[in-house]
């Protein structure tokens, strides 16, 4: 058995109910229901449709995402999650970089790593470079005047959690920003690059070994060993290249709001719901949403 999801966009767009009721009939599917009326809504079907990725296309236009998944097991144990534009709304680099004043050139090699165009390592390694002699100061000032924490979040984690759940924040950023976004979402740990400081002054290095690619495969791994789970019990959610191998070993992997490369490599793309998106997919109805 397979489950159709369709979500909309929170405040832009909504399900009707003609269009769920006449695409559970078209796919000859059952057990229709709401989790959030107008919001997002379900059903069951016994095979794939031919047509899905032409409604898939279909349903863009109008602001709602259509996913299809196995029923079984869709509920997970563990959720892990990138930081910079998922968990939060800015990539952080590119903030400090802008108070460093070279924002323009490091923003520019940012959208080319995650969009999969250069070696995420190199480019973190180039972007950390222009950082040099910037006031490690700064780094407080971006986190309170410029994160914004992105809409669904709170929810996700406490949600899980409080059924639970382990959420973990793996970030090919910095431990300075993973932490205190962590703390304030309710993450059980966080993981990420290490920013390198001499006399309070950023001195354009970070330590080695880069968390990249890579390592986000390796803590999904070892996150999933010490909770005794096999990946398949995991729920990753990001939107850059860097993301894709975490995304493709999870047993659901979800492409948010990503990067058109990165999308179009992904099982699960959310272009238009929140995070909360996490919650329907695993058949949590708004009644169950817990607020962190």
Known sequence: MFIVSLIA???????????????????????????????????RITRLPDDA????????????????????????????????STMIEQECIDELADMAGVGPRVAAITAR????????HEALVERVGLLAGLRESVIAEVLATRITMAPGGRELVATMRANGGYAALVSGGFTAFTGPVARILGFDEHRANNLLADDGVLTGHVALPVLGREAKVQALREIAAAR????????AVGDGANDLDMLHLAGTGVALHAKPAVAAQARIRINHGDLTALLYLQGYARAEFVTG
């Open 9 to 43: 966009a929170p405040g832009r767009s909504h399900v009707e109910e003609s269009l769920l009721e006449g695409l559970e009939k078209a796919w000859d599917g059952s057990g229709r229901r709401w989790l959030e009326p107008q919001m997002a809504g379900e059903f």
């Open 53 to 84: 990725e032409q409604v898939w296309s279909d349903l863009q236009v109008i602001g709602i995402d259509l996913v299809l998944q196995p029923e079984a097991g869709r509920r997970k144990s563990i959720l892990l999650a990138d930081m910079d």
């Open 113 to 120: 790593a995650m969009n999969g165009e250069l070696n995420f």
């Open 228 to 235: 005794g789970v096999t990946p398949e019990q995991v729920i």
